[in-house]
């Protein structure tokens, strides 16, 4: 079975640039969650996705924005890029199991954004 | 809200010591996850423990829950430098639709 895939693995940005980040949850899994990874706050939550629609939001301002499609995949977008968000952008994914709590997460292996 | 305190933040050692790292909140948990993120790369799973007491062995690996199920431990038996990078807990609270809580992981160095 695939894993779960993030695409780009890397990309360079300016500030001021929007930027997009795409992520494939692996095959049957309902929930995708996105986090953000920097040295200094460790990773931090920023939205999950479950069904087409967000059911859970991190603290972060309203440029971080998300979506989910009818077939799991999820994008998340960045607009008007500062300098703080250079970071790991890691996806995660997990079936959801009715009835049975929250099931395991399994992680992609990130984009790695730069803002200059 | 609720936390998840792990210690110690960082640690290196030389080829063939033991070590322990834990994971520690006032909160109750449902179950407990750990992951190894080496650089670069996102965090991979190791284990989920789900009953309080609950002990899993995988390999040099030993994972503890703990009884009330608001801590655990990872204890490494005879590190290697292979085990070198940075394991995360993760909690999932009762309830089910809410969001994992991580911890902010221990950075570990093995040195050969």
């Known amino acids: 079975k695939a894993g779960v895939t993030q695409t780009p693995r890397y990309l360079i940005k300016t500030r001021g640039q929007q930027v997009t980040l795409s992520c494939s949850p692996i095959s049957g899994h309902r929930s995708v969650s996105w986090y953000q990874q920097t040295p200094g706050q460790g990773l931090q939550f920023l939205f999950e996705?479950?069904?087409?629609?967000?059911?859970n939001k991190g603290n972060f301002p309203g440029r971080f924005s998300g979506r989910q499609f009818s077939n799991s995949r999820s994008e998340m977008n960045v607009s008007t890029l500062e300098l703080g968000d250079s970071a790991l952008y890691l996806c995660?994914?997990?079936?959801?199991?009715?009835?049975?709590?929250?099931?395991?997460?399994?992680f992609g292996p990130g984009t790695r954004l730069t803002v200059t | 809200t609720q936390l998840l305190e792990q210690s110690p933040q960082f640690l290196s050692i030389q080829e063939g010591e033991n070590l322990t790292v834990y994971c520690n909140s006032s909160?109750?948990?449902?179950?407990l996850q750990w992951y190894r993120q080496e650089p670069g790369e996102g965090p991979v799973l190791l284990v989920t423990?789900?009953?309080?007491?609950e002990v899993k062995k995988l390999k040099r690996l030993t994972f503890q829950f703990g009884d009330a199920r608001k801590d655990s431990s990872l204890h490494i038996t005879a590190a290697q430098p292979g085990d070198t990078g940075l394991y995360l807990c993760a909690g999932a609270p009762q309830g089910g639709s809410e969001k994992l809580v991580f911890g902010k992981g221990m950075k570990l160095t093995v040195n050969p």
């Open positions: 996705y479950f069904s087409e629609t967000q059911r």
């Open positions: 423990v789900v009953t309080g007491g």
């Open positions: 995660a994914s997990m079936r959801v199991l009715s009835g049975q709590g929250r099931d395991e997460q399994y």
């Open positions: 909160s109750v948990f449902s179950s």
